[in-house]
């Protein structure tokens, strides 16, 4: 050992050696007045700690189930074409896939991205900040872009109330789909809608492309029939009216359904 290193030594352990004086002569009376309140501290910390202690201790175990399903979305690809993906768009996913295990959607949309990363083919197109959208989504998110895709709706519905002289008063609930067959659970909706249109997958046009819209099964819906009760009750006469804006998915977020919403 040098003697810096043993002089550093010396040093710790005097300080060490002090410790136990500086407990018993200056803080043992403030800790035992507060004794009951210190001593549950580590208690709650430990107790807020074990989830995450949990996640930590299951991490390896996550991983093989992550390798799985990579095997699974990769089984078919040419074994030569599957190459190490770039760190910086594997280690972010690898991360968030690690605590969302419970959440097929998401656990689902993590690997397409790795599986993705992983292929020549495809590499190239996946975009870094693609990680940081599925974590800003929630498993309805998911699933609404899904149906989304698939059922292609055309225009988001809006609930707006104007007076008697047509002044515009307030809406509610606006990017409601028509034809999404929940419409009961419009918020819900709407809210992922209003979400996944911040993130830049889903657009919505201007206000001068909005149409009158009649007839529709939303109309129908608890939400519209609770809308006009609530009005109503206002006492404010006028009139309630339906319009859609036309609406599509960006390019930006063609882009992110064919990397992470499908194999």
């Known amino acids: 050992m040098t003697t810096d290193l043993k002089r550093l030594a010396n040093g710790l352990?005097?300080?060490l050696e002090v410790?136990?004086?500086l407990y018993g002569d200056g803080l043992q009376p403030t800790i035992k007045e507060g004794g009951k309140t210190l001593a549950l501290i580590p208690q709650t910390i430990n107790a807020a700690l074990v989830p995450l202690r949990q996640w930590i201790a299951e991490r390896e175990h996550n991983f093989a189930v992550t390798e799985k399903l990579l095997a699974g979305k990769l089984e078919n690809i040419d074994s030569n074409k599957i190459v190490t993906p770039a760190p910086y768009v594997a280690i972010p996913a690898l991360q968030a896939i690690s605590y969302s295990m419970n959440s097929e959607?998401?656990?689902d949309l993590y690997a397409n991205l790795l599986a993705k990363a992983m292929n020549t083919d495809t590499k190239d197109y996946v975009h870094p900040s693609f990680s940081e959208i599925i974590k800003q989504m929630s498993p309805f998110?998911?699933?609404?872009?899904?149906?989304?895709v698939k059922e292609k709706p055309k225009a988001?519905?809006?609930y707006e109330f104007y007076d008697e002289k047509e002044i515009y008063l307030y809406s509610k609930l606006a990017f409601i789909i028509d034809e999404y067959p929940n419409l009961d659970d419009v918020e819900k909706v709407s809210i992922s809608f209003s979400s996944l249109s911040r993130l830049g997958i889903l657009g919505i046009?201007?206000?001068a492309m909005r149409?009158?819209?009649s007839g529709t099964r939303f109309e129908k819906s608890e939400f519209y029939k609770k809308s006009e009760i609530e009005r109503a009750a206002q006492?404010?006469?006028?009139?309630?009216r339906l319009l859609g804006t036309p609406i599509a998915i960006t390019p930006f977020g063609e882009s992110f359904v064919k990397t992470c919403l499908f194999d």
């Open 105 to 107: 959607e998401l656990r």
């Open 235 to 240: 006492g404010v006469k006028g009139f309630s």
């Open 156 to 158: 988001s519905i809006k």
């Open 205 to 207: 046009s201007d206000d």
């Open 13 to 15: 352990g005097k300080a």
């Open 141 to 148: 998110d998911a699933t609404f872009l899904q149906y989304f």
């Open 211 to 213: 149409f009158a819209v």
């Open 19 to 21: 410790v136990p004086e």
